[in-house]
């Protein structure tokens, strides 16, 4: 029961954190201009990728580790499903954004000059994931009440 409760936790905590920061990284990115406004990108970004990670580990083990409905259920459900390919979408749109952010990364430390003239279609797309976070959380809720379609 306590092991249910904190794997609970930890995936609606990672809920708060992941559609925090990804909406944070939106709004940075669209400001962004130049190599002295990126710390703010890069903080929302690594915290958004903790988010994605938490809710990775966490659901899986959730799904698979033989708590809450189980896997059975799981697999069953059409929601389940539409949940995942929704997560997988979030994941997909994430590539294009994530090696430019890890190359913005490695041209800062090293002081080479970066173009940002990308950051607000990566702010756009960052707007698209909070959007499908936002559907994840309903078809997420429509699970846990058994709701089926």
């Known amino acids: 029961m306590t092991l249910r409760w904190?794997?609970?936790?930890f995936h609606l905590l990672g809920?708060?954190?992941g559609l925090g920061a990804v909406f944070a990284r939106a709004r940075t990115l669209q400001r962004l201009h130049n190599p002295a406004q990126l710390a703010p990108v890069l903080l929302a970004d690594n915290l958004w990728g903790v988010a994605a990670l938490l809710?990775?580990?966490?659901?899986?083990?959730?799904v698979f580790g033989g708590l809450e409905k189980g896997t059975v259920y799981y697999l069953q459900q059409p929601l389940f499903?539409?949940?995942l390919g929704l997560f997988l979408l979030v994941l997909g749109l994430e590539l294009w954004p994530m090696v430019s952010l890890m190359r913005w990364?490695?041209?800062?430390r090293r002081g080479a000059t970066t173009?940002?003239?990308?950051?607000?279609?990566?702010a756009q797309i960052s707007?698209?994931?909070?959007?499908?976070?936002?559907?994840?959380?309903?078809?997420?809720?429509?699970?846990?009440?058994?709701?089926?379609i």
């Open 105 to 108: 990364r490695v041209a800062r």
């Open 115 to 122: 173009d940002f003239g990308r950051a607000r279609l990566f």
């Open 55 to 62: 809710w990775l580990v966490t659901g899986l083990w959730r």
């Open 15 to 17: 809920l708060g954190l």
């Open 127 to 148: 707007y698209i994931q909070v959007a499908l976070v936002v559907v994840i959380i309903f078809l997420a809720t429509a699970l846990a009440r058994g709701v089926t």
């Open 6 to 9: 904190l794997m609970a936790s």
């Open 81 to 83: 499903h539409a949940k």
